[in-house]
């Protein structure tokens, strides 16, 4: 599976917008982006996914480069609720022998 | 929404002890999977099944079995619990088996179980 590289940390103030990039200059044509978060004590959750072309739901919004080696998962408004490590994934289409590879993700702190 | 649940939150065993980690998601769900999560090392796959009694090795299997009688139900076995199984379990489900890990993964809260 290609390799993303995100930062370690990022801090935001609450209700001002968070931009959390994800670098994957390997990308394959058949990759899905993927985005995914854990808050402390819990479960990774699912938050946004695309293939090409920008995508907003309830959650945030995802910027995918026009080459596609790049991406960025946005939260409009930073509650601390979103206060979590934030996980940028790639998946191959079809890719029922691969799996999820989480790495290090973001730590994303906000401050009130 | 979906639901996945774990077992136990906190576990604590003995080292030779037999563990037995259960997890229920409520969506009728094809594919499910057991994680463990270390830190510095991410989620790495132990086993996931798409199917009721079938069952496929992630990249982790060595220790560990599995069990999906029912279709809402997959089990984690610990044969004999060692120290470096020490971990954090974590339980997921898909929708669709012919969609894969492509599909939204619905995760459970996890299980932190520390081998004695």
């Known amino acids: 599976d290609a390799k993303t590289t995100q930062p370690n940390s990022m801090e935001s103030n609450e209700e001002e917008p968070v931009h959390l990039p994800c670098n994957h200059s390997?990308?394959?044509?058949?990759?899905?982006i993927h985005w995914y978060r854990q808050l402390p004590s819990q479960g990774p959750e699912y938050v946004i996914h695309g293939l090409t072309s920008n995508v907003n739901n309830r959650m945030a919004s995802l910027a995918i480069a026009e080459d596609r080696k790049s991406s960025t998962l946005i939260l409009h408004r930073a509650t601390l609720r979103d206060a979590a490590v934030y996980y940028c994934i790639l998946i191959h289409y079809g890719g029922s022998q691969g799996n999820l590879i989480f790495g290090k993700g973001t730590k994303l702190s906000v401050k009130p | 929404d979906v639901k996945v649940t774990q077992s136990s939150r906190y576990l604590v065993k003995r080292t030779g002890e037999k563990v037995f980690l259960e997890c229920v998601q409520d969506?009728?769900?094809?594919?499910m999977f057991w994680y463990r999560q270390d830190p510095g090392l991410g989620l790495r796959l132990i086993y996931f099944s798409y199917d009721v009694k079938m069952k496929e090795k992630g990249d982790i299997p060595e220790g560990y079995s599995v069990s999906r009688e029912k279709k809402e139900r997959f089990s984690l076995i610990l044969e004999s619990a060692s120290t470096n199984q020490t971990s954090m379990y974590l339980c997921?489900?898909?929708?669709?088996?012919?969609?894969?890990?492509?599909?939204?993964?619905?995760f459970g809260p996890g299980t932190r179980l520390t081998v004695l």
């Open positions: 969506m009728d769900h094809e594919n």
């Open positions: 997921a489900s898909t929708l669709l088996a012919e969609r894969g890990f492509t599909d939204t993964q619905y």
């Open positions: 390997t990308i394959s044509g058949t990759d899905y």
